[in-house]
């Protein structure tokens, strides 16, 4: 099992040093697995004047999986968009074909305090995000700024083919019936053409889950839905530029967008897991970060591309531990409980595997 570690910006050292001590704990322990380090996003750009360099190119192809931390960072924000960090990401994605976003929106219990909820709203919360990762505006032709009529303008395109919407509805579905059994689609159809073609397309693919319920809601309103009612929801269905924006929503109802990891897959069980959130310029260098999502993102990665049940569940024991034993990163910190930094957070996961 060969994984790329490509730590990235910020506090992405700093979050994927813990998981990487996660991942060599497993080695000794008799897991068989290569770790290999490689240059993406901003550390790129500085390193080789790209954010994807091609021996990162070459790392991430070979390797059976890829551990990210994140990039990105105010001292790139100026360069063009083909040579900035996430420019780096969006290409591994495409490269990859990494179409399939899970995001799991969890509330462990023991943070119930610290979710943006009342905690009776959102006891037992257990949301699957099932975001399109490699179509909608992000990679949508044309694009770009231009002058036109003696001004500029800025264009994106919405554009999802039939196919691109089925696959991903097919793994909506297919996750619905391991949990219990809904899908909420999200769309903007009332105004955008791209997501009444979404629409038709995953009510055309529900035919084939007949013990799938199937709904469908208007994404401003499951934005409003979301801090309403959560636990409405099971799993939740939708484009690339929806996914992305209601999953940093949805991560404020678990305490923190530290604590949701993720994992991004195509259709040869290769996958790239990462924290949801970026490189936190704010807070990168001073070993305050949570890194409890990338940790929960290796989890994913030992389940879904290495099918390593009880590593990945060990992980998961051990996170739940830490937090019943009351250790807390600045971003959960409620009063009454250890407060500590990235590191000793890494220490308590590790004691507790
Ligand atoms: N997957 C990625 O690599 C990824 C994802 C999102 C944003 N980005 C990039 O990251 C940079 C910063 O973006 P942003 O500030 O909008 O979003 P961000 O997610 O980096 O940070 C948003 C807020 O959440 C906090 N936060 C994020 N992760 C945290 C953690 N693990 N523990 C505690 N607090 C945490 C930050 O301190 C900040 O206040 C940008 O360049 C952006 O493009 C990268
Ligand atoms: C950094 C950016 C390209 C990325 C996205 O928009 O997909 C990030 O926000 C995410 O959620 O992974
Ligand atoms: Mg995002």
Same mark, same amino acid.
Request: aromatic letters at 6%; glycine letters at 18%; proline letters at 10%.
């Given at each position: 099992m060969k994984i790329a570690l490509l730590a990235g910006d910020g506090i992405g050292p700093e979050i994927v040093a813990q998981a990487e001590r996660v991942l060599r704990f497993l080695m000794a322990d008799g897991l068989k697995m290569e770790l290999e380090s490689g240059l993406l996003g901003g550390c790129a750009v500085d390193a080789? #004047?790209?954010?994807?360099?091609e021996a990162t190119r070459k790392l991430v192809i070979e390797a059976d999986a890829v551990l990210l931390g994140a990039v990105g960072g105010l001292k790139y924000d100026n360069l063009p968009r083909e040579k900035r960090p996430e420019q780096g990401l969006l290409t591994i994605r495409k490269t990859l074909n990494l179409f399939a976003n899970l995001r799991p929106v969890i509330l462990y219990p023991e943070l119930a305090n610290a979710s943006t909820l009342k905690p009776e709203i959102v006891a037992g919360l257990d949301i699957l995000i099932v975001r399109e990762l490699t179509g909608d505006i992000y990679f949508g032709q044309p694009r770009g700024i231009e002058q036109r009529d003696g001004q500029r303008v800025g264009f994106n395109t919405m554009i999802y083919s039939e196919s691109e919407i089925r696959r991903i509805a097919h793994i909506a579905f297919q996750a619905a019936r391991r949990r219990q059994g809904k899908v909420c689609s999200v769309d903007k159809m009332n105004v955008l053409e791209c997501t009444q073609l979404w629409r038709d397309i995953v009510t055309e693919t529900a035919q084939t889950y007949p013990d799938v319920a199937l709904t469908h809601m208007l994404v401003d309103n499951a934005a409003m839905q979301l801090v309403r009612d959560p636990k409405q929801f099971d799993v939740i269905v939708t484009g690339n530029m929806f996914g992305d924006i209601l999953s940093d929503e949805a991560?404020?109802?678990?305490?923190? /967008? #530290?604590m949701l990891p993720s994992a991004s897959l195509n259709d040869q069980n290769k996958g790239l897991y990462e924290? /949801?959130? #970026?490189? %936190?310029p704010d807070i990168a #260098?001073? &070993? /305050? %970060? &949570?890194p409890l999502a990338t940790i929960l993102s290796t989890a994913m990665m030992l389940r879904y591309?290495? &099918?390593q049940e009880i590593a990945a569940s060990r992980i998961e024991h051990a996170v739940k531990k830490v937090l019943k034993q009351g250790y807390r990163t600045a971003d959960i910190f409620e009063s009454g409980m250890k407060r500590v930094g990235t590191v000793e957070m890494g220490d308590a996961v590790l004691a507790n595997m």
């Open positions: 080789t #004047g790209e954010p994807f360099p991560s404020m109802l678990t305490g923190s /967008i #530290g924290p /949801i959130h #970026g490189s %936190a #260098g001073k &070993n /305050i %970060a &949570n591309s290495f &099918n």
